[in-house]
């Protein structure tokens, strides 16, 4: 009998690939541990590279196995909710920055899904490649969302949400220390608004007021680009 064959039964249910990821997940974030948390090698990239390695050498479709763990993906949006109560808990510190915040956050944004669409456009990209990405900074519930929508790939959408996610996790403490910027608040209003969940993670890992800044930061961003980027995609018809 071969492995395949073994696998099969188990593969044909939901249970698997739940177990699967939540195995990949565990055994992540282990080794970040053992590994001594380095910056650029993230738990869930870690997870991600052992998970996409079990895919391959099991040979089960990533169809299949997003299919079955759709679930896991449901219950980002109450997490996602669930960051409200840190927000709540830096309301003051927030109120005292409302102003600079509300004229920084449209052109971070923009900016955020511009500069990334402006060099793959440049680079002779295609439709679907560029659909796929222009949500690429926004916190994963509302980015599929919004690739759907526009009529991008979700499964280049997670990539790229991954690869964004752990760039700026890596390179914002550095582009602070090299502009001097000491203030939590803006790194970690920074790590949200660009690197999304995985960097409000590491802003968690910085202080509870980053990681307050950094949930602020994202969930603004969420807002802001799945009101916006639907309508200047159909007026600038990026998808034709």
């Not at 979700?154 to 890596?170: E, H, K, Q, R």
Request: a positive charge; hydrophobic letters at 60%; one cysteine or more.
């Amino acid at each position: 009998m071969t492995a395949n064959s073994l696998l099969a039964p188990l593969s044909a249910t939901p249970l698997f690939a739940v177990g699967l990821t939540l195995a990949a997940f565990l055994l992540g974030n282990l080794l970040f541990k053992r590994l001594k948390q380095p910056t650029w090698l993230p738990a869930i990239l870690i997870a991600s590279l052992l998970l996409a390695a079990t895919l391959a050498a099991l040979g089960l479709p990533y169809d299949s196995y997003r299919q079955d763990a759709r679930w896991l993906t449901i219950l980002l949006g109450p997490a996602t909710v669930a960051l409200g109560m840190p927000l709540y808990q830096q309301l003051p510190h927030i109120r005292a920055l409302w102003r600079p915040l509300t004229v920084c956050l449209p052109i971070a944004a923009s900016l955020a899904a511009c500069y990334a669409l402006m060099i793959a456009w440049l680079l002779g990209t295609s439709p679907l490649i560029l659909a796929s990405i222009a949500a690429k900074s926004v916190t994963a519930p509302i980015a599929i969302g919004i690739t759907e929508q526009i009529g991008g790939s979700v499964a280049l959408l997670l990539g790229a949400l991954l690869i964004t996610g752990v760039a700026t996790a890596a390179f914002t403490g550095i582009a602070a220390r090299f502009l001097h910027i000491e203030d939590e608040r803006i790194i970690g209003f920074a790590l949200g608004l660009n690197g999304h969940a995985i960097g409000t993670v590491r802003a968690f890992e910085l202080s509870p007021t980053a990681g307050a800044f950094a949930s602020l930061g994202m969930s603004l961003t969420g807002i802001f680009t799945a009101i916006l980027l639907p309508l200047a995609w159909r007026l600038l018809s990026l998808g034709s």
